[in-house]
């Protein structure tokens, strides 16, 4: 069973930057960030597979948004720069035992994390 906790949420300026991350336990395929706003459905933002390292992106943050793992691959992050007030969400760290697909839907990941709040003013 994998576990997942991220960190790193808060609010930041419009064109500012953060840093998510998500420690896991256990073995993963596949890990992604997902976002949800208030009042609409959870989105993939980025996916990454573990072994090997292939990423995927939203359109929405493609050039600002960066995924990646640490070397040992238990830390997931989320570089977010240039930040937008449309970038309010939730944020939740995935797991997922396939690497297959790109980022895909919410229903594809067995494993989350309780989420990490991120606030973007204008």
């Known amino acids: 069973q994998v576990e997942l906790v991220e960190s790193g949420g808060g609010s930041v300026q419009a064109g500012g930057s953060l840093r998510l991350s998500c420690a896991a336990s256990g073995f993963t395929a596949k890990m992604a960030w997902f976002r949800q706003a208030p009042g609409k459905k959870r989105e993939g933002v980025a996916a990454?597979?573990?072994?090997?390292?292939?990423?995927y992106y939203a359109d929405s943050v493609k050039g600002r948004f960066t995924i990646s793992q640490d070397g040992d691959k238990n830390t997931l992050y989320l570089h977010m720069n240039s930040l937008k007030p449309e970038d309010t969400a939730m944020y939740y760290c995935a797991a997922s035992q396939w690497a297959t697909g790109g980022i895909r839907s919410p229903a594809d990941y067995a494993a989350w994390g309780q989420g990490t709040h991120v606030t973007v003013s204008s």
């Open positions: 990454v597979y573990t072994d090997g390292g292939t990423t």
